[in-house]
């Protein structure tokens, strides 16, 4: 068996051939050389491997191209509806910005710190409220909700961080009427919650203390007059 692979090998070898030839000539038989070699090369048991994973390797590009279409597809298909906002970024539905990958966090060993007006002002939310009229600094214990309401009279802006946490915010765009997010417990987050839409912040955290400061551009005394109470009936 060795012998009949052995001349094939030989024959496989017609390069040696060129190395008497003109360096003119080299340069234009390399590429028709090397295509012959190549044949025979497929030709030989030992391509198999090679093959295999040529092969293997345009499996997967296609499976990539397909998954690829199929995700453009979905995105065409729902573009008009309602399904696109539920597909698109959960953070942009419930206007939530996480700030710590943003390079708005200063940190060191002691901690993290920044510029709470800058953040808000800077993460690309609507309905910010611009300037605080009113000022809440709060913490709620796990298990805990805090809003569940909506106010009429003013837009509010919210900080928090500390444990995981829900944030729910009303959104017409999304199928459900509201958009949530997750918050984790070493996260911070900005996010607004314009006039006219309700808000709530629930504690899933089964220890940690969520804390939170809410600024909202207008001074109300709650009342139903202003704010629609238990807009949520599963919180
Ligand atoms: C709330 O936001 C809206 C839209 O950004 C703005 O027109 C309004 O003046 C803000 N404040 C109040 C108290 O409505
Ligand atoms: C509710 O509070 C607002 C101030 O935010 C006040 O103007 C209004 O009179 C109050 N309404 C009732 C029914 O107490």
Redesign the pocket.
Request: charged content about 20%.
């Given at each position: 068996m060795a012998n009949p692979r052995r001349s094939s090998y030989s024959n496989t070898l017609p390069l040696t051939n060129t190395s008497e030839t003109t360096s003119q000539q080299q340069v234009s038989q390399t590429p028709s050389h090397f295509t012959t070699s190549f044949i025979h090369f497929l030709k030989r048991p030992h391509a198999f491997p090679f093959l295999l994973s040529i092969f293997l390797l345009l499996a997967w590009l296609l499976f990539r191209f397909q998954h690829l279409n199929n995700n453009n597809h979905f995105t065409a298909y729902h573009s008009n509806g309602i399904n696109k906002w539920e597909k698109a970024n959960d953070d942009e539905n419930a206007n939530v910005r996480r700030l710590n990958s943003d390079g708005v966090l200063s940190r060191d060993k002691r901690g993290w710190m920044f510029n709470p007006v800058v953040a808000a002002n800077d993460a690309g939310l609507?309905?910010?409220?611009v300037s605080c009229a009113s000022v809440h600094v709060g913490q709620i214990r796990p298990g805990g909700v805090r809003g569940n309401h909506r106010h009429h009279?003013?837009?509010e802006t919210f900080l928090i961080w500390g444990a995981e946490t829900k944030f729910r915010l009303e959104n017409p765009r999304v199928a459900k009427g509201y958009a949530e997010v997750y918050i984790g417990a070493e996260e911070v987050t900005v996010s607004s919650s314009?006039?006219g839409t309700a808000h709530a912040l629930v504690n899933v955290d089964s220890l940690r203390t969520t804390y939170f400061i809410g600024c909202q551009?207008?001074i109300i005394t709650y009342n139903s007059s202003n704010t629609d109470f238990k807009v949520w009936k599963d919180l």
């Open positions: 609507y309905g910010v409220a009279t003013c837009n314009p006039r551009d207008s």
